[in-house]
């Protein structure tokens, strides 16, 4: 009796033994995915790749105080956009200008942050030089890719004659003020730089600015976005919030400012919310 | 008989003198243009980028390349391999190969970056390169850029950077920054330091022999300045190691672009602007421990353009 009794307890408490295993390892499961690090790559072709480094270990070290959460830049945009296509649970910070070439082909990448400076989401660049460029050569110091500078400067409101792209050469130096002084030391025709860093250039070095004008001016350009493909949205959220969070925190601030961003802000209208980046 | 021998001895040396310069045209017969890369060590980083940032701006020009890493009759395997080719243009990497190219003399162009003697070659005919150091005066701006309220930079210099420090006296000006200058000498040299670090808000390094003129000397002007909270301003990273605030050094692929953009006017038969230009492209450290141990005031925006960051 006892025995015929003790087979369904046995039965039970194997059964709950088998239930609280299964709990645990799923608990166990899920704490871990929990703890799996999200990636945000990084890739701006606005500008040089030469501060890689610098960008990883300052965003790191802003992240690891209580995040896991880590900044991966990618040198150059095929590898950049390789990534992308394998639609990682990942964030992406990217110029708006790459975004919106990615966009047509992949509807479900949505752009969720975006980066502003002065309270300001848009920024012009500026053709700058001594005078109007020579038709027959003309060297351009530029610190982006150069497929986002021939994209810039064809549809750039000129106020001289029309830019001889086919001649146009391209030297590519690693920041504005680089463009700017290389200009003023007749490296290159002209510079290709963000009014900002012109202004800049105008406290700097009152003399050399005065001979320089403004030859073209860029369509207004959205700063940095931060994109993501729409289904990884909740799995995200934790990275999101750590990079609204930036400019809470020294470390977070330095990160900004490497990135030319004062903070970022989240955008009203998405489009997976129906409206428009 | 003599006029005759006279006469072929005219000819012949003619022959040879056309041979002699129709083997380094400007642009070959058969419309492709040659140029011969010769790296001192392409496995120094130094080199290396120059070199992999002049082949990704070459795009269908024929490169020749030759690497004299470990070679120790490079003058012998330079004259075979131009021997073998039609070159038209040499760009060379370094001193070894520039200073090997030069020995074997020619009509060649020569085009050269990572030469740290550079000036012996700046008035060869055929020669352009890029110097191996920012301009004095782009070094200032970017130091301006950084701490817009340091007016006073005081500089140590000595006979070999005279004229370095009369062309910054007027890229100073220009900047609206006041250069304190004070030259150096054995006996007089702490008095010296302390006499300026007594009067100005940074100190600027140059690459001067006499002020630089051992690791102990040097290491004890970086603990003065730094006893004095004065910030160092240097062209090299490797002062950052011994205390530098601050440090402006040529980006070396920007130098290899340089000299491609060289070698392609020369390709279109055009001679460059500037036979000698400085590098276009700058790398930054900033090291932001000292920036707040001396309580400088760093304009943030600048920190877009920091390459490197020590010490946060």
Known sequence: MSRKQSTPTSLKLALAALLCACGLLLSGWAGSAGAQTITVYHFNPESHSDRNLVLKNTFD??????????????????????????????????????????????KDLIPYLRGLKDNNDTFHKLLIGKGPLSP?????AVSGTDDYVYSLLGKMRLNTAPLPMQQLRLLTVPKDIDALLAVSFGMADAALATENSYEKYALLYRNEYQQLKVLGTSQPQKRLVVALFKQHLPALQSALDALVDMDQTPNGQLGLKLLGL????????????GGQP | MIMVLRLLLTLYCAVILSSCQS????????????VLVVNSNSTLPRYNVPGQAFKKMMGELELVQVDLAGDEHPIDTLQDTINANSINAIYCIGAKA???????????????????SWREFQNRKHFFGVTDGVAPAAQLAWFKHFFPDINRIGVLYSETTEDVIQDAQKSAEALSL?????????ETREQKIMELLATTEAIWILPDPVVLDSEANTITLFELAHDKRIPVFAYNPFFMDLGATLSINADLATTGRQAALMIQSLKQGISPDNSIQFPAGSNVSLNLRKVQQYDLSLDSDALNSVSELLDH
């Open chain 1, 61 to 106: 070290q802003y992240f690891q105080v209580s995040h896991n959460i880590e900044l991966q830049p990618v040198d150059d945009r095929s590898t950049f956009e390789g990534l992308i296509a394998e639609s990682p649970p990942s964030l992406f910070i990217m110029s708006d200008w790459q975004f919106h070439q990615l966009e047509a082909d992949r």
């Open chain 1, 136 to 140: 027959q050569h003309a060297t351009v």
């Open chain 1, 262 to 273: 004062d903070e970022w802000t989240q955008l009203k209208t998405t489009r997976h919310e």
């Open chain 2, 23 to 34: 083997s380094a045209p400007l642009a070959s017969d058969t419309g492709t243009f040659k």
């Open chain 2, 98 to 116: 520039l200073g090997s190219i030069d020995y074997l003399g020619g009509n060649t162009p020569v085009v050269y970056s990572s030469v740290l």
């Open chain 2, 178 to 186: 006041t250069l304190q200058a004070s030259r150096l000498n054995a």
